[in-house]
């Protein structure tokens, strides 16, 4: 049932799905944009995603999938603003987007899913004037980010913090990641617990998935073969290979794991042959400024020619990189759910993370990965050298990461969504029907 949904307003100012996740501001918020977009097309629901238009040559509307169509809104200059600098575009992005809702019969949207702040003031404004439910997505938050801010990285404004706020006072329903985060939107936000809807995003299972089983007539304790993603990759079939995903700032504290493998290294010199430290993205947010500063750091803790620095890569290629490794390490001050956490997972390979937001649920501790509290080098060396040392364990954490991924499938997420959309539009026509 979806109470005659036909059709839905994506909003998501600051960031295209177009783009490829892992640098710019483009991350785990696009795959989910973009995954939910097509599913929901696929289930007769018809998806515009409306972003600004970061170049003059991209086409006005631009078709996603069959059923989505990615609009293209003109405001502000044709380039890449950091967020700090697009609230003052909001008024001309609004009304490019209320332009294009004009030309339409009325009631050509059902429903408005904005993602991200700057989106929730643009559907606030479009709420009202259309008529219809408003659902939000924050992704994260300035309060909570603030409260776990990275020693060098710089804190959120306060108008970001009174622009969340007046999101969550507007939406009819809100959208958490997580249990924990709606407990951070319920007692840092004041919202009402009765518009809060928890919803695990998903991962492509179809695609996120082990290379395949490595048969042992004598019952080896590794469950997966990594040699062909390792040949795919020129990655040599006996490293020891930690990975890090996601884009370069000080949230995602990739540094934790250059000063944990440089530890790991002194500790035990022989380690140098074997150990490659794959970082696959890009600059992002305050790690801007200095672009180069994970190689300088990597230089000067005396292991750059460990670390092997890849550019974001498209999807197909990403698995490989999880299949390749032999633990996937995210670190973050902070995350809404931790979408890397869960792809890794999928294909088969465990995830040492911080203790933090949603990956105290994107990774279960002991049985998919390890959880360490604090951002201690020294505490992620000393996990990871047990990992790579007991091939035993690491094989049971391996099985036990496929099983829990396979909780987060996109359908499940989609399927949470579309009740949580039926019950806002439900709630919105009945003051009217009952008045009738």
């Known amino acids: 049932m979806t109470a005659g949904i036909n059709r839905v307003a994506t909003i998501s100012v600051h960031t295209s799905p177009l783009e490829q996740p892992g640098t710019g501001d483009a991350g785990g918020m696009n795959v989910y944009i973009v995954e939910v977009a097509k599913r929901l097309a696929a289930r007769g629901v018809e998806v515009d995603i409306f972003t600004r238009a970061t170049c003059r040559a991209l086409p006005p509307v631009a078709e996603l999938a069959p059923g989505v169509q990615v609009r293209h809104i003109v405001t502000g200059p044709f380039e890449e603003l950091e967020k700090t600098e697009l609230p003052r575009h909001l008024c001309g992005f609004t009304s490019g987007v209320l332009r294009t809702e004009a030309s339409y019969e009325p009631g050509h949207y059902d429903l408005l899913h904005t993602h991200y702040w700057l989106s929730g003031q643009a559907g606030w404004v479009a709420k009202q004037r259309w008529g219809v439910p408003l659902v939000h997505s924050m992704h994260t938050m300035a309060k909570v980010k603030n409260a776990a801010l990275a020693d060098d990285d710089t804190p959120e404004p306060q108008a970001r913090v009174l622009g969340e706020e007046q999101v969550v006072e507007s939406a009819d329903q809100l959208v958490a990641n997580t249990a924990k985060e709606a407990g951070e939107l319920i007692g840092l936000y004041g919202a009402d617990p009765s518009r809060v809807a928890t919803v695990n995003p998903g991962v492509d299972l179809s695609l996120f998935r082990p290379d395949s089983v490595l048969l042992s007539r004598f019952g080896g304790p590794f469950p997966y073969d990594r040699s062909p993603a390792r040949r795919r990759l020129g990655l040599p079939r006996d490293a020891h290979v930690l990975l890090f995903v996601g884009r370069i700032q000080p949230l995602k504290a990739p540094d934790v794991l250059l000063r944990a493998a440089a530890r790991m290294v002194a500790d035990d010199p022989r380690l140098r042959d074997r150990l490659v430290v794959a970082v696959v993205g890009g600059p992002s947010g305050t790690g801007r400024s200095r672009p180069e500063g994970l190689r300088a750091l990597a230089a000067e803790l005396g292991i750059l020619d460990l670390v092997r620095f890849e550019p974001p890569s498209p999807q197909a290629e990403l698995a490989d990189w999880y299949r390749a490794a032999d633990v996937t390490v995210v670190p973050s001050h902070n995350e809404s759910f931790g979408l890397v956490a869960a792809e890794s997972q999928a294909c088969g390979t ?14 279960r501790d ?21 990992l790579l040392a007991d091939p035993a364990l690491h094989a049971r954490l391996s099985r036990g990461a496929v099983r829990h991924a396979q909780g987060f499938g996109w359908d499940a997420t989609v399927d949470h969504l579309l009740q949580v959309y039926t019950g806002a539009v439900l709630s919105r026509r009945q003051p009217v029907e009952a008045t009738a």
């Open 350 to 363: 465990p995830v040492v993370a911080a203790a933090v937001g949603g990956l105290c649920t994107a990774v």
């Open 366 to 386: 002991g049985e998919s990965g390890v959880l360490v509290r604090g951002h201690d080098p020294a505490d992620y060396a000393a996990v990871l050298r047990r």
